[in-house]
Every structure is written in structure tokens, then in C-alpha cells.
């Protein structure tokens, strides 16, 4: 039998934001999206309150005052390094690990078999914890499927204290629980499938671990199938332990500010571009075609809606950001229409290959050369030491008056000395 543990921050954007400000313990608060629209991450007293994930934030003003809902811009920079600092102390408690998302991660236990993993699950939680000052459950299952559903009963049940292994309960009582619970919990279930799972009378996980695999295949695809089987114990998604290279590289934003002038949508353009390169160049790849689009918002009723995009082929494939800055502006200039508000711009990088052994055209003079090579090394060098956009394009310009919503953002604490921590006021 397989051990798969998952480990999952809960309420990951709020707790980060309780772990530099004690005061918001136990209060109701939401995280939202960019441009401050959405709640795209609420505390359990918010939840309790019945806001559903994605709420527009303007919807619940009132709710908000009634209740001293706090609100808080995202502050992806302090999300991103505390979830690499979780990441770094799980590697500790085994070799085998696939990082899923910003708040989870698989680990395979399986060569612990002499431990008792319940304790070890506590030790987990203890230490990130003590280390970060962040809560987490862990959910221990003999399929990845499984380790999902331990996790979520980790958490919605308090006499597990946060660990629950499924592999350590009996069948019965594995699956008493999954009558009491929803299909939709289900990893991979979402909500457009539960209303087809529901029409079928398969309403609970166990209508669903109890379900014919190969005929739900015919009805749904081979997820399904593989779904079904994993319910039962046999592992058909193996841990990543590598991540593989994207396929395609997108950068794009929401305006915080209506943007009228070819100028001001130049600038965001390069400002993605140049993200879209840097990522790029982390994941050794160079782009083989770029694409860009604009759109105005199609919710202004009296105004003229409007969106386009192009898709740029490269005569070389490359990661140099000014190469790449260029061509995405060359397309800017073919969409732009004059005179209309636009809402939201992006890039994409398409037709990515690895960046070793990459054949390049003999007549084509875009390929990179050394000094090239070199140059975007010491600027990624650069901003990586001392701040992102330390150096960058003048193009990208400085003032930004279109840039996005953030008007509640906390400090961030981990990633930048400006915002480091001050000296709290006691008297307050």
C-alpha cells in the first residue's frame, strides 16, 4: 500500500496575512483579486457569513460594514515566498515531493513504513508552524485521489487535530465518512460534472468509489475512469516530481484605470513581456511565436466594445527581452485602435522549446549571440538580488498611472527591506 500524504496551508492568503499582523486572528477578512474585485480567499468567520469564493467584493460592502469584514489586496511577492519557505521544510520529511500548487504539496511516505505517520503528519504541522507560523493539514491516503479527501476531512473534522490517515481506518469506517460527504469534494470534480454525477443518483464519494469506471468513461472521459479507480486504492496519477516546463508563458492584467493612449498600452505591454521573458529564461526555454491582445471592458454599456489580438511568429526562437519587446509592440501596433477606453492587455509566449540543442536558422540574423545570452543573465542576476525592475526597459516607463488596483495591500515583510517590520506601538 502506497502512503501519499498531501499538505495543504489553510486559507493560504489570509493566514499569511495573520502571520505579520497578530491583531487579525479570529476576525473576518477576505484577500481579493487583482484590481481589488473579487474574494478570492476568506477566513472561516467569512465563510461562516455564507460568501462564496469569487464574490465581487462591491457586492458585499454592506455585509462588510454589518459584520467589520476587513479586506486586503493581494500581496502576491509575501504569498509567493512563504509558500517556497513551506515548500523548503517538507523537502526535510521526504525525498519525493511534487509541489501542486502555491499552498500544496504531495509527499510519498510509502518508505516510512516503521513510523507512525499520524505523529509524523503532527511533526509536519509543528514545524511549519513554528518555522513560518502557518496552519496545516495533512491527509494521508494510499492514492493522490485519496490524500485529497483525507486532507479536507483533516480539516472540516476537529477530532483528527488536523492529520487524518485514511490507510490507518478501516474500510467501514473509510466509507461511512464518504456517505457525509459531497461528490463534489472530489479532486478533479467540478461543478459543471457534479450536476451530471447528481443526475445519475451519484450524489456522495461513495456513489462515486462505488460507480462502473469503464461505464462512466463512455459517459465522461478517461479522468473519470481514473477517478473512479484511485477512490478504490489503485494509483493511476504517480507524483510529479519535477515540474514540467509550461507549454505556453502568459502575462496579462486588468487596468486599474481606463487606458485611452497608445503610449500607456505600449509600456504594459513591455512591463509583461519582460515578466513573460524572465520566466522564460527560468525554465531554460526560448519562444518560438508571440501573441498579444487588447479589449476594452464589455461591461460599459454606452461605449464601444472592442478586442483583438496577433500572433507574431518568430524568424528565430529566443528569450532575449528586448527581441521579444519589440515584436510584441510591432503587433500592438497593427490591433491599437485610437479614441476607445481599454480595460485589460497581455501577452503570450507560444512554441516553447528547450533552450539546449535548439536548431536555429543558418540566414537568420535574430538568433541569440553570447553577449546577448549574457546580458539577460546579468539582468535577471540583477533583479533578483536587488529588487525586481531594479533594471529594465525605459519603455516599460515609471509613473504607471494605468497600473492595477491595490488599495489595501500589506507590506510586503519577506521580500522587501522598505516594507520590513516596525516597531509595533504598545499603547495602541
Known amino acids: 500500500m ?9 486559507n493560504f492568503y489570509v493566514s499569511c496575512e495573520r502571520v505579520f499582523n497578530p491583531k487579525l486572528l479570529n476576525k473576518p477578512i477576505v484577500v481579493l483579486s487583482n484590481n481589488d474585485g473579487c ?15 469569487g464574490a465581487p467584493w462591491f457586492k458585499l460592502k454592506d455585509l462588510a460594514k454589518q459584520h467589520n469584514i476587513l479586506a486586503y489586496s493581494s500581496n502576491y511577492a509575501l504569498y509567493a515566498d512563504m509558500s517556497n519557505r513551506v515548500m523548503s521544510i517538507l523537502k526535510h520529511y521526504s525525498p519525493d515531493q511534487e509541489v501542486y500548487s502555491i499552498d500544496e504539496s ?3 511516505l510509502t518508505a516510512f513504513k516503521s ?6 503528519g503532527q511533526q509536519m504541522r ?29 480539516k472540516k473534522r476537529p477530532d483528527f487535530n488536523g492529520v487524518c490517515n485514511l490507510n490507518s481506518m478501516a ?6 465518512m464518504f456517505t457525509e460527504i459531497d461528490v463534489g469534494e472530489v479532486w478533479g470534480v467540478g461543478r459543471k460534472l457534479v450536476l451530471k454525477l447528481n443526475a445519475l443518483g451519484i450524489n456522495t464519494v461513495l456513489d462515486l468509489k462505488r460507480a462502473n ?3 462512466l468513461r463512455q459517459q465522461f472521459s478517461v479522468v473519470m475512469e481514473k477517478t473512479i479507480r484511485e477512490l478504490n486504492g489503485i494509483v493511476c496519477i504517480e507524483l510529479e516530481e519535477i515540474t514540467p516546463p509550461k507549454q505556453q508563458i502568459m502575462s496579462s492584467r486588468s487596468f486599474g484605470y481606463s487606458v485611452t493612449d497608445y503610449n500607456s498600452l505600449a509600456q504594459s505591454i513591455t512591463l509583461y513581456m519582460s515578466r513573460a521573458a524572465e520566466k522564460l529564461r527560468r525554465q531554460q526555454s526560448y519562444a518560438g511565436s508571440v501573441y498579444i491582445f487588447i479589449r476594452t471592458s464589455p461591461f460599459k454599456e454606452n461605449e464601444r466594445f472592442y478586442s483583438n489580438g496577433r500572433t507574431i511568429s518568430m524568424p528565430s526562437p529566443t528569450d532575449d527581452t528586448r527581441k521579444l519587446v519589440n515584436v510584441a509592440l510591432w503587433g500592438l501596433k497593427q490591433i491599437y485602435v485610437p479614441n476607445l ?20 536558422d543558418l540566414f537568420s540574423t535574430q538568433k541569440n549571440t553570447p553577449k546577448s545570452d549574457r546580458l539577460m543573465a546579468m539582468l535577471d542576476s540583477i533583479n533578483k538580488k536587488m529588487g525586481k525592475e531594479s533594471i529594465k526597459l525605459a519603455s516599460e516607463g515609471f509613473s504607471r498611472p494605468w497600473k492595477m488596483k491595490q488599495g489595501n495591500k500589506s507590506p510586503c515583510y519577506t521580500t522587501n527591506w522598505d516594507d520590513n517590520i516596525q516597531a509595533l506601538d504598545l499603547e495602541q
Open 341 to 360: 477606453g481599454y480595460a485589460k492587455a497581455g501577452v503570450m509566449l507560444g512554441e516553447l522549446v528547450a533552450a539546449q540543442g535548439i536548431q536555429t
Open 115 to 120: 513510523k507512525d505517520l499520524v505523529a509524523y
Open 126 to 154: 509543528q514545524r511549519i508552524n513554528q518555522w513560518t507560523g502557518l496552519p496545516v493539514c495533512v491527509g494521508i491516503g494510499s492514492t493522490k485521489t485519496l490524500s485529497k479527501l483525507a486532507n479536507h476531512c483533516a
Open 106 to 108: 504531495f509527499l510519498d
Open 2 to 10: 502506497r502512503n501519499i500524504a498531501l499538505i495543504d496551508v489553510n
Open 171 to 176: 474500510p467501514e469506517t473509510i466509507n461511512q
Open 213 to 215: 469506471p469503464e461505464r
Open 39 to 53: 474574494a478570492v480567499a476568506r477566513s472561516d468567520e467569512v465563510k461562516a457569513l455564507g460568501v462564496a469564493m
